[in-house]
């Protein structure tokens, strides 16, 4: 059994829940609990664990003794002494109330094959289960959940190596950071390639994030372990004073949170210029102040909405910053519907910070992947091939021939390049900048135009109906 199979299999069972209430997002979290007993007994790492609350010891349970058993692990797993299981058990409360289904639950996971699992990676295993809740709509996990599409490409970009410490201050359940582990692994031959004190580096502090959500944190643990990735992880609000620590990075990848704190209340960082109650401008001021400034290397990539690029006041002052102490280099904009929540228009905005004053920008090339693209959804995901022409004039731009590609290799103007002093030009320092003409507003145009023309036409109609009523009425009068 291939992992596609065992995803849909483990998938399925959230449908012996139904009766019990339990959503979407509830089940992958109760099924985090099960997995990690089950995956630690096929891969022979229960020796964290205690004996009495090992995966046998569930299974082994009598009817009617089942739920308690399973009650009492979860809260002597997240109160225990390993400090990676309490933190992935910590404050774990069932969700199931049917013993019956429990035991469907833990029985039919018992007899699913996990070998090929094991072959193909029970991170891309886990990974697969939590885009699987995301592609629901009915969970609402997947509202801002970025494609692995995107991640990967936003990777490959940012190119992270090998000794670098790279972070997602709102990490989610960690995806862009075992995506990047993933591609330093590929880059390096594998754990083989790397020395020993590579090999810890890579697992214990090469990846970093932050995650707000206690649930979702649990995820992130758990998709980590099973990378094999003892990294850490902090539960908590990166916009609190816990994000003040999170520094020195040479890479950080994110698609932060949209949205203002409730009642517009101000962020309580201290080390913020300009601390607002817009979340996502504040996690844009965290980011470009947590990249290490004594490299010449340190950069991000981070998916933003489109008020980022054109809010006034704060706005305005952030991007100037930005743009002051970083090299703003490229700005994406992406196409509508990649993620679940509908309308949401989102661009991804690549810098570069170094020493300082040694890295301000000079000029920022837009790439517009969003006007006259096709409808992407559930049934219509976005693919790699539609990336492909920005990634070769991104890499291009690295190269020194940017300018070049974009005059002989720009055939749908995709490309503009606008200089610092240009955008300081514009109102508000505004970012939103777009130049295509899109084709389903001209269509909607010229319907409109002709729409309009046919009932100026239908008027005249009218009024030549009505002067021939005339005559004929004063032709009968005289007859």
Excluded at 40 to 56: F, H, L
Excluded at 182 to 189: K, L, P
Excluded at 263 to 292: M, V
Aim: proline share 3%; glycine share 8%.
């Amino acid at each position: 059994m291939n992992n596609r199979e065992l995803v849909n299999s483990l998938w399925n069972l959230c449908h012996v829940l139904r009766d019990d209430g339990i959503t979407y997002h509830q089940y992958v979290t109760e099924l985090t609990y099960l997995l990690f007993l089950k995956l630690a007994k096929e891969t022979g790492a229960e020796e964290a664990i205690p004996a009495v609350y090992r995966w046998d010891q569930l299974v082994s349970q009598k009817t009617g003794e089942l739920k308690v058993f399973y009650y009492r692990l979860l809260t002597a797993l997240g109160t225990g002494e390993n400090e990676r299981i309490r933190q992935i058990y910590e404050g774990a409360r069932s969700s199931i109330e049917e013993e019956a289904n429990l035991s469907k639950i833990v029985y039919q996971m018992d007899c699913l094959d996990w070998y090929s699992a094991k072959e193909e990676g029970l991170g891309q295993l886990y990974e697969g289960l939590l885009e699987k809740n995301a592609g629901e709509k009915k969970s609402g996990a997947g509202q801002y959940f970025t494609p692995r599409v995107l991640i990967d490409v936003l990777i490959q970009l940012t190119d992270p190596q090998l000794g670098e410490r790279c972070c997602d201050p709102a990490c989610g359940t960690f995806g862009f950071m075992t995506a990047a582990h993933r591609y330093i692994e590929e880059q390096n031959g594998g754990l083989t390639g790397m020395t020993r004190e590579q090999q810890e580096f890579q697992k214990k502090e090469a990846f970093t994030g932050g995650e707000l959500v206690r649930d979702t944190h649990r995820l992130a643990l758990m998709n980590a372990a099973l990378h094999q990735l003892d990294s850490a992880v902090q539960l908590g609000d990166t916009l609190s004073l816990m994000g003040q620590s999170m520094k020195g990075y040479d890479v950080v990848l994110t698609n932060p949170p949209f949205g203002s704190k409730k009642g517009g209340e101000r962020s309580a960082r201290t080390d913020l210029t300009y601390p607002t109650g817009n979340k996502q401008l504040d996690f844009l001021q965290h980011i470009y102040g947590s990249l290490r400034w004594d490299k010449e290397t340190a950069r991000a990539a981070v998916v933003l909405p489109d008020n980022v690029l054109f809010a006034d006041a704060y706005g305005e002052l952030i991007r100037r910053e930005l743009m002051e102490t970083c090299n703003l280099h490229t700005i994406l904009r992406l196409p509508v519907g990649i993620f679940y929540a509908q309308g949401v228009k989102t661009n991804v905005l690549f810098f570069q910070r170094g020493k300082k004053d040694c890295q301000k920008t000079q000029e920022v090339w837009i790439y517009d992947l969003r006007q006259n693209m096709p409808a992407f959804n559930k049934s219509n995901p976005l693919k790699k091939e539609y990336f492909e022409d920005f990634i070769q004039c991104y890499c291009s731009g690295h190269m020194g021939d940017r300018q070049e590609t974009y005059s002989r290799e720009n055939p749908r103007g995709r490309w503009r390049k606008y200089s610092y002093e240009e955008i300081l030009q514009r109102p508000r320092v505004n970012l939103d900048i777009t130049w295509i003409a899109d084709s389903k507003d001209m269509e909607e145009e010229s319907l409109s135009n002709l729409l309009g023309e046919m009932e100026a036409a239908a008027g005249q109609m009218n009024v030549a109906i009505a002067a021939l009523k005339e005559l004929m009425a004063e032709v009968e009068e005289q007859i």
